[in-house]
């Protein structure tokens, strides 16, 4: 999987019908937290910056610096 190769543990992958939340567009990647509260969308196949951008969402806050853009 894609994420664990990345080093990111922790990360749960899930896949499902987003029609009930009115997202129709796929792909579309939610970051959700442990309290179900969606924290970062991305809409569309993300481009090299797009998927730097998703796994800097996916570490840690003490994690290395963000990639700049």
Avoid: C
């Avoid at 896949?15 to 969308?41: C, F, H, K, M, Q």
């Amino acid at each position: 999987m894609f994420i664990k190769k990345q080093g990111i543990s922790g990360a749960r992958v899930v896949s499902t019908n987003l029609s009930s939340v009115g997202i129709y567009a796929t792909p579309t990647l939610l970051l959700v937290d442990s309290s179900g509260t969606i924290r970062s969308e991305w809409v569309g196949k993300q481009d090299e910056p797009g998927q730097q951008k998703v796994l800097f969402a996916l570490l840690p806050q003490s994690g290395p610096a963000a990639p700049h853009s």
